[in-house]
């Protein structure tokens, strides 16, 4: 089954929408304040969205990844300056680090849940990331479980974020902040494409020729040939 990510855009957003039944396409809680969103009907909401992922695409560049199964979208990944977050000043671990980056949602379909897509998530962002001018970690407010927000179906599980290399940044009983440092996502992306080299390599590696016969060999033949058996 061909598992892949790629850059998340608005007509894939779009297709996570309609066809994936992806949550969130009304959703304001990282994207604006409590204020400004709470004023917004449904149809301005999904408006709103849109726009501050055109204006990140074009301002700041990539920010998501879309996994695709079988050419499928069936997750997908964001990721922002936490500049352009206003809805997570509402965290009491809030503020984020200056020298990291926010990942705010994170959504697999659920029938792919448990196959690995969220790791291949994380690692098309590390992808990404690397080498990013002043980005040294990647930063995300998670939920415990314990006393989780009204809003807990936005904040991405902190025992997901565990499993992929995340460590707590600052503890809090139902949303801390965790942090993965760069080293990590430079070591999984290290990783990813020795692993791709290692099939390239083996699949363009050409068969070994056979050995040519020695000459003298081939007059020990032909003489042999020519001489009458017993």
């Given at each position: 089954?061909?598992?892949?990510?790629?850059?998340?855009?608005?007509?894939?957003?779009?297709?996570?929408?309609?066809?994936?039944?992806?949550?969130?396409?009304?959703?304001?809680?990282?994207?604006?304040?409590?204020?400004?969103?709470?004023?917004?009907?449904?149809?301005?909401?999904?408006?709103?969205?849109?726009?501050?992922?055109?204006?990140?695409?074009?301002?700041?560049g990539?920010?998501?990844?879309?996994?695709?199964?079988?050419?499928?979208?069936?997750?997908?990944?964001?990721?922002?300056?936490?500049?352009?977050?206003?809805?997570a000043?509402?965290?009491?671990?809030?503020?984020?680090?200056?020298?990291?980056?926010?990942?705010?949602?994170?959504?697999?379909?659920?029938?792919?849940?448990?196959?690995?897509?969220?790791?291949?998530?994380?690692?098309?962002?590390?992808?990404?990331?690397?080498?990013?001018?002043?980005?040294?970690?990647v930063?995300?407010?998670?939920?415990?479980?314990?006393?989780?927000?009204?809003?807990?179906?936005c904040?991405?599980p902190?025992?997901?974020?565990?499993?992929?290399?995340?460590?707590?940044?600052?503890?809090?009983?139902?949303?801390?902040?965790?942090?993965?440092?760069?080293?990590?996502?430079?070591?999984?992306?290290?990783?990813?494409?020795?692993?791709?080299?290692?099939?390239?390599?083996?699949?363009?590696?050409?068969?070994?020729?056979?050995?040519?016969?020695?000459?003298?060999?081939?007059?020990?033949?032909?003489?042999?040939?020519?001489?009458?058996?017993?």
């Amino acid at each position: 089954m061909a598992r892949t990510t790629v850059p998340l855009t608005l007509d894939l957003l779009g297709a996570l929408y309609d066809d994936a039944g992806a949550p969130c396409r009304t959703c304001l809680f990282w994207e604006r304040e409590p204020v400004h969103r709470q004023r917004l009907g449904p149809e301005e909401r999904a408006q709103e969205k849109e726009a501050w992922v055109s204006e990140l695409l074009r301002e700041w560049g990539s920010c998501g990844r879309v996994a695709l199964v079988e050419g499928r979208p069936v997750g997908y990944l964001v990721y922002a300056p936490a500049s352009s977050v206003p809805g997570a000043a509402a965290f009491p671990t809030a503020p984020v680090s200056p020298d990291a980056v926010l990942m705010t949602t994170a959504w697999v379909c659920p029938e792919h849940t448990g196959a690995g897509i969220g790791r291949l998530l994380v690692q098309g962002m590390a992808r990404d990331l690397v080498g990013r001018d002043g980005i040294r970690a990647v930063e995300a407010f998670a939920r415990t479980g314990r006393g989780a927000p009204r809003t807990a179906e936005c904040v991405v599980p902190a025992e997901f974020l565990a499993r992929v290399g995340f460590k707590t940044q600052r503890a809090h009983p139902s949303t801390p902040r965790m942090r993965m440092d760069m080293r990590s996502l430079v070591t999984w992306r290290d990783e990813v494409e020795a692993a791709w080299e290692r099939i390239v390599d083996a699949v363009r590696r050409p068969k070994a020729a056979p050995a040519p016969v020695p000459r003298s060999l081939h007059g020990s033949l032909r003489r042999q040939a020519r001489s009458p058996r017993p």
